[in-house]
């Protein structure tokens, strides 16, 4: 069991209870089992509810993966590296695949690529927009990549939906065009 004892508004004591045939030690917070007026108690539970949170929010942060800081965090990274996997096994799988199979993977790439591409772009962000503009541009450019990455999803989507498909219109590009007779 986790002791609290590492922060000065919350020293541990260890208590002593038996759960059916093992004997544990639990430890509880001294707010919790000391007499105090309501007001202690209740500033004392919102300081430790509030540093949990900001303890939380720290962790997710610099594990987690934030949509608009899509390149900060081992989330976002490890998220990019099995896209650009995946995209590279199913995209020509997808021009193997006859014309009437390839739904689901229009579909899947319909995901894929703009997530790849949203990764992708705030690593440019990131890595060269300090080169160029002040710190303060940083949020507008952040939000200009994730206004591109919603509407090539859209975009994608209207095309696998109500019109040939991804596949079809990518395979479209190696056709001869048809010639029109006069």
């Known amino acids: 069991l986790r002791r609290f004892s590492s922060n000065p508004h919350f020293p541990a004591k260890k208590t002593p209870f038996t759960c059916l045939t093992k004997s544990a030690t ?4 001294r707010s919790l089992y000391t007499p105090r007026r309501n007001e202690e108690t209740m500033n004392a539970l919102t300081r430790r509810s509030s540093v949990l949170a900001k303890s939380a929010l720290r962790r997710f942060s610099s594990n987690g993966m934030d949509f608009m800081k899509a390149d900060h965090g081992k989330i976002g990274t490890n ?3 099995v896209i650009n996997n995946v995209t590279l096994f199913v995209t020509p799988l997808a021009f ?3 014309q009437g199979y390839t739904m689901p993977i229009d579909l899947a790439l319909n ?3 703009p997530i790849h591409g949203h990764i992708g772009l705030n690593y440019v962000v990131t890595d060269y927009l300090p080169k160029i503009f002040p710190a303060s541009f940083f949020p507008a450019a ?3 990549v994730a206004g591109l990455t919603g ?4 975009g994608l989507l209207k095309l ?3 019109g ?3 596949t079809a219109t990518l395979k479209s590009l190696w056709k001869k065009p048809k010639e029109e007779s006069e």
């Not at 639990?26 to 917070?29: A, I």
């Open 160 to 162: 696998n939906l109500m």
């Open 142 to 144: 952040r939000i200009a």
């Open 111 to 113: 995901v894929l690529f």
């Open 164 to 166: 040939p498909g991804l």
């Open 79 to 81: 998220m990019y590296h």
């Open 26 to 29: 639990l430890v509880v917070p």
């Open 96 to 98: 193997i695949l006859p």
């Open 151 to 154: 509407i090539t999803f859209l």
